[in-house]
């Protein structure tokens, strides 16, 4: 058979766009950056709430081992953020170094602040820093160089207008228009990024900044280093557009903390109180617009971790963590880690919760009277995520919704997703009595819809089907045969230069391939198409660039107005790191001109998961910033004889899990949703090595159990037994009935 899947030629295509969707966010008014971070909400931990204004380096690195041990930053909390007073000032202001930039305080911090960074890196961790607009007074007064130019600081400072600055104060503007300037916050930048910076926040941002925001963009891209853009704090809403597109998330409102504690400053216990929370509600919902991929609204520190004492009870706590995740707001925890309660321990390892923030959705408010509060999110899998909130101080509320009014009539089945209790098909709306401060949050799936799924499984299976050879089956009939809908048809290639066709010589349109799919859609179904495979000529290697890449695989959306597309890496298209990049940034200019399209990629794998070519695939799109939804793996010809395919496939697919998680920063339950599996029935490529039934029996228990993005096979050409011959290309090589191996995926609805 022509069709190899080996890890040594090893595939790779992209779902994105699956369990934990994108499809849902309102229409931007702006596009967001392309820095290619933040392609989901930052999760981990500040400094200021808790250490305030005396961080030391024990301290940061203590909240680092608190991450770890206490099992956080496997629910995708990874990042250590060391926020102000790290500088160290004199009465001028703050002391400089040779170029002008804030002097760290070794007193503080005496191996540094790259010692720091690597202390946390080597925790599986991400750091994070802190810096405000401006050039220090000091740096001024000694007119410092700015470093690899002939400029110095009294070139580029405004001395008549003064920064905001909440600690050593003295901070010039800079004029921007001045040589010197741009080169000023580069060499700071490049600095950050040799300390190994991961994260910066700029902070007291306002209209103003504007031009320093931009610097610090156009600086970081140039650093060298992948580096997460936050500004802070109560930016205004006018210019929500031109924060979205110069940084990755930007702080709506001031501070959370209520400054009530007893020590100075009103540092200490409570951290903050209800109605600093409270106060969150109207601006999530006027922001709301704003948030997506790679740009965020930030409502600022998570106060949960230490009981009570952080000023909430438990139900606002829950409140808090719900309005967070439901705005789809950074996750940056700002309690002690190292006194973790158990309460809050088990609010923030809920992966449901988690979930429900990294879906990458921001919720609309759609109740809003007196204490009642009603928001509510739609998944692009057709499912429905509703907050229910009491947010007074006193008395019950009973807080109701219609169906109608979260995007759908009829009845819809519950799941109350703080409990995880299944709560049954619901008919018409839903009510909570809530307790003063209490949230409900439930996942909806409309009733109409499921009995669709149920009835027609669609995107997630589509088997593929290769029309080029070994006597393909009319899908039609298969689809009578079986209940599937949807196809994934193989192959487009290169016909030789940068153009698209069907196995590189039969037009995209006007032919028998494009009968194919207008008679599939007629029955009610649709189609993947994908793009590559083991042979032939390669768009990935024929295109010279990432945008002629995205010009022809532009040419197969548009041929068939695409919901999905895949790409099947493989070959020496796989094999060449500089063609991986390639396909990475080709689809990101797809997804962006394509809302709502759903990419694969697909590729080989081992039986312990990706090797380190599928790895670096992984790692390169996360950091391009690829908002992948789904990775698929092809996990056979491990060259295991007759060892339980079944068992092998899931072992490969929990290392691909880990993988995606890691790369992505995710929580298990949302990793999950990004990975899937393309298997092979019967005998596979490597002699006696069979996949049987009994083992897609095991791979759809697994689909069922973790809710996997993806779950299909190679192909229903070899879903039939064999005749006389043993042609691998159009039979399965084992005693079967036809299709036998397609039915046992179709129960899979997602």
């Known amino acids: 058979m022509i069709r190899l899947r080996s890890l040594t030629a090893a595939v790779a295509g992209l779902l994105v766009a699956a369990a934990v969707p994108l499809a849902g966010v309102t229409a931007h008014p702006a596009a967001a950056s392309d820095n290619g971070q933040s392609v989901r909400p930052a999760m981990g931990w500040s400094s200021w709430s808790f250490v305030r204004r005396t961080p030391t380096e024990a301290k940061i690195e203590a909240q680092a081992d608190a991450l770890v041990s206490s099992g956080l930053k496997d629910h995708g909390f990874v990042y250590v953020n060391l926020d102000d007073f790290w500088q160290k000032c004199d009465s001028n202001g703050f002391v400089v170094d040779t170029y002008g930039r804030w002097a760290v305080d070794t007193g503080k911090f005496p191996d540094g602040i790259k010692g720091v960074a690597d202390y946390v890196h080597s925790k599986g961790l991400k750091f994070g820093f802190y810096v405000t607009p401006g050039i220090a007074k000091n740096a001024v007064t000694k007119n410092t160089p700015v470093e690899g130019t002939s400029y110095h600081a009294k070139d580029i400072a405004d001395t008549s207008t003064t920064e905001k600055n909440y600690n050593c104060k003295n901070m010039y503007a800079i004029d921007y228009s001045k040589p010197g300037a741009q080169e000023f916050v580069d060499s700071w930048a490049r600095q950050f990024a040799s300390w190994g910076v991961d994260y910066l926040k700029i902070d007291g941002v306002g209209s103003a900044d504007v031009p320093d925001v931009q610097a610090w963009d156009k600086a970081l891209r140039a650093s060298g280093r992948p580096i997460n853009f936050a500004l802070s704090n109560n930016l205004p809403i006018a210019d929500a557009a031109t924060w979205r597109k110069l940084a990755n998330s930007w702080r709506t409102q001031?501070?959370?903390?209520?400054?009530?504690?007893?020590?100075?400053?009103?540092?200490?216990?409570?951290?903050?109180?209800?109605?600093?929370?409270?106060?969150?509600?109207?601006?999530?919902?006027?922001?709301?617009?704003?948030?997506?991929?790679?740009?965020?609204?930030?409502?600022?520190?998570?106060?949960?971790?230490?009981?009570?004492?952080?000023?909430?009870?438990?139900?606002?706590?829950?409140?808090?963590?719900?309005?967070?995740?439901?705005?789809?707001?950074?996750?940056?925890?700002?309690?002690?880690?190292?006194?973790?309660?158990?309460?809050?321990?088990?609010?923030?390892?809920?992966?449901?919760?988690?979930?429900?923030?990294?879906?990458?959705?921001?919720?609309?408010?759609?109740?809003?009277?007196?204490?009642?509060q009603v928001w509510s999110k739609k998944e692009s899998d057709g499912q429905y995520v509703v907050a229910l909130f009491n947010t007074g101080t006193s008395g019950n509320a009973t807080v109701s919704v219609n169906w109608s009014q979260v995007g759908f009539s009829g009845s819809g089945d519950v799941t109350d997703l703080w409990s995880g209790s299944h709560k049954g098909v619901i008919a018409d709306s839903y009510s909570a009595t809530l307790r003063p401060g209490e949230t409900r949050l439930i996942r909806v799936k409309p009733a109409n819809s499921l009995k669709a799924a149920a009835a027609s499984p669609g995107f997630a299976v589509a088997p593929y089907e290769y029309l080029g050879w070994g006597s393909p089956q009319n899908p039609t009939s298969v689809m009578s045969a079986t209940g599937v809908k949807w196809f994934t048809l193989a192959f487009v290639l290169s016909d030789g230069t940068c153009n698209p066709k069907w196995d590189g010589s039969r037009p995209l349109t006007g032919g028998s391939d494009q009968s194919t799919v207008n008679a599939i859609r007629a029955a009610g179904g649709d189609v993947v198409v994908s793009v590559g495979g083991w042979s032939g000529n390669k768009l990935g290697e024929k295109c010279s660039s990432a945008s002629a890449l995205a010009g022809a695989y532009q040419k197969v959306i548009?041929?068939?107005?695409?919901?999905?597309?895949?790409?099947?890496?493989?070959?020496?298209?796989?094999?060449?790191?500089?063609?991986?990049?390639?396909?990475?940034?080709?689809?990101?200019?797809?997804?962006?001109?394509?809302?709502?399209?759903?990419?694969?990629?697909?590729?080989?794998?081992?039986?312990?998961?990706?090797?380190?070519?599928?790895?670096?695939?992984?790692?390169?799109?996360?950091?391009?910033?690829?908002?992948?939804?789904?990775?698929?793996?092809?996990?056979?010809?491990?060259?295991?004889?007759?060892?339980?395919?079944?068992?092998?496939?899931?072992?490969?697919?929990?290392?691909?899990?880990?993988?995606?998680?890691?790369?992505?920063?995710?929580?298990?339950?949302?990793?999950?949703?990004?990975?899937?599996?393309?298997?092979?029935?019967?005998?596979?490529?490597?002699?006696?090595?069979?996949?049987?039934?009994?083992?897609?029996?095991?791979?759809?228990?697994?689909?069922?159990?973790?809710?996997?993005?993806?779950?299909?096979?190679?192909?229903?050409?070899?879903?039939?037994?064999?005749?006389?011959?043993?042609?691998?290309?159009?039979?399965?090589?084992?005693?079967?009935?036809?299709?036998d191996y397609l039915k046992v995926f179709t129960q899979y609805t997602g």
């Open 558 to 739: 548009n041929a068939y107005k695409l919901k999905a597309l895949d790409i099947d890496i493989e070959n020496t298209e796989w094999s060449d790191a500089t063609v991986r990049q390639r396909v990475v940034d080709a689809l990101k200019t797809v997804k962006a001109n394509n809302p709502g399209l759903k990419t694969v990629i697909t590729f080989g794998t081992t039986s312990g998961g990706p090797d380190s070519t599928g790895a670096d695939m992984i790692k390169r799109a996360a950091n391009s910033g690829l908002a992948n939804d789904v990775w698929c793996i092809m996990p056979f010809d491990f060259g295991g004889g007759t060892t339980n395919m079944g068992s092998l496939t899931t072992k490969a697919m929990e290392g691909l899990k880990a993988q995606v998680k890691s790369a992505y920063g995710y929580s298990d339950a949302t990793a999950y949703t990004h990975i899937g599996l393309s298997s092979m029935n019967g005998r596979t490529d490597d002699s006696g090595e069979l996949v049987r039934a009994a083992d897609f029996r095991t791979m759809l228990a697994y689909a069922q159990q973790h809710h996997i993005g993806r779950l299909t096979y190679w192909a229903v050409n070899r879903d039939r037994a064999c005749g006389s011959g043993t042609d691998g290309d159009a039979c399965s090589g084992v005693s079967q009935q036809p299709y």
């Open 254 to 372: 001031g501070d959370v903390e209520c400054y009530c504690g007893p020590g100075s400053n009103g540092s200490g216990y409570p951290l903050t109180d209800w109605s600093h929370v409270s106060k969150r509600f109207d601006s999530a919902a006027s922001w709301q617009p704003y948030a997506g991929p790679g740009g965020w609204n930030d409502l600022d520190s998570l106060e949960i971790g230490n009981g009570d004492q952080v000023g909430l009870t438990a139900d606002q706590r829950r409140s808090h963590f719900t309005l967070w995740s439901m705005a789809a707001a950074p996750l940056l925890l700002g309690t002690d880690l190292t006194q973790l309660d158990p309460v809050d321990k088990a609010m923030l390892t809920n992966d449901r919760l988690i979930g429900v923030d990294q879906d990458g959705v921001a919720a609309k408010r759609i109740v809003s009277s007196g204490v009642r």
